[in-house]
């Protein structure tokens, strides 16, 4: 007769994974793997608003350039904002303009405000001798102020004076 020889200490070290240890680590590769998808999301929208941001900040500095461009004189000074050919007198409502730029809706709003008048008694009484100006950029439809672009500069006027 022939007998088997079996050894059992090579039997029991190549026994596999049991069907519960198998799907215990299924279930924890899938959380992990859930995880891992959900930071892909999170990074695809973080993307898209710094993207927004980044274009509002092109529209915001462009439009402030703009507006520096127009000499504060007695001529300018009290002329209404409007683009593309205003002037700098003080908006009693701020001024909401919508532009598209890369595909994308923003909107802008332009607020200037005097900070200084001539004083009574002289020439060219209570005309503005300093203004703020404030230009925000938002895509339309932002959710949080996070996603607003600020710029914010002062001009002094040209007309020569003690004040």
Known sequence: MHRQI???????AQRGFTLLEAAIALVVLMIIGLGIASLFTYAIQANSRADDRELAMAIAQKRMEWLRTIPFTTQTRTVNYSYPNGGLAQTSVPVNETVTNAGRPYVI???ITDL??????NPDEG?????RIQVNVSPLGAVTAFETVTITTQRSTQVPGIY
């Not at 005309?127 to 203004?131: I, L």
């Open 6 to 12: 079996t050894n059992r200490r090579t039997d029991s």
């Open 109 to 111: 709003t332009t607020i």
């Open 116 to 121: 200084s008048v001539v004083p009574a008694g």
């Open 127 to 131: 005309a503005p001798t300093v203004k």
